[in-house]
């Protein structure tokens, strides 16, 4: 599932070649590593250079800017987070939603900063970044639908039960990385035991969408 569609400055270069491309994503790696706890606004394009040992130019030849490259970079990490989560689909439904719940906590403790600025809109109300978002839950709430109803097309109240529990989880996550009092399994389990509780809800309202076996009350 695509999460947005790449803008100018997120686009690798048309003129480039697999040398050219190797080098893009070596920079768009260093990148994760120095945004991965620290926010837009505290490294300058000078810092950038600097810490990742390269000509400032360069970042500016495959990016255009520092927004296209912090883009790119959030772009990168957020795909891996959702094809981690679309993944596995042999899995058990519960495990499966054990093992989506695990990726995006780990993912959103390892990239603290980008997960922030994801969920609260980037540098002030960035559209892009909004886009990067929605395509996260959209991606999350195809994942629960299927494993919970073995389709993604749902009708309109079940999409926003499991829509509603998806803006729960970031909340929830936000708080969490400000204030690590639960350990990852504690909130895994708690973000877990939550969407039964949607799952129940949905069911209660529309049984078209009855609950998976492992959320019912009588499992």
Known sequence: ????????????????????????????AIGRKLFADRSYDALSMDDIARQAHVAKGLIYYYFQSKRGYYLAIINDSVADLVTFAASEIELEQLDRVHRTMEG?????????????????????????????????????????????????????????????????????????????????????????????GALRAIEELDPAYPTPAPARRDA
Request: charged share 25%.
């Open 1 to 28: 599932m695509k999460i947005s569609e790449q803008s100018d400055a997120t686009r690798p270069r048309a003129r480039g070649t697999e040398r050219s491309l190797a080098r893009r994503a070596e920079l768009i």
């Open 104 to 196: 995006y906590l780990r993912y959103a403790e390892q990239n603290q900063a980008a997960f922030r600025a994801i969920v609260s809109g980037g540098v002030g109300f960035d559209a892009e970044v909004h886009a990067i978002r929605d395509g996260v839950r959209d991606a999350i709430v195809a994942t629960v639908a299927e494993g919970a109803y073995g389709r993604t097309d749902i009708a309109p109240l079940a999409r926003m039960g499991l829509f509603s529990w998806v803006c729960g989880v970031e909340g929830a996550t936000l708080d969490w990385i400000d204030r690590p009092q639960l350990s990852r399994e504690q909130m895994r389990e708690l973000l877990v035991k939550t969407l039964g």
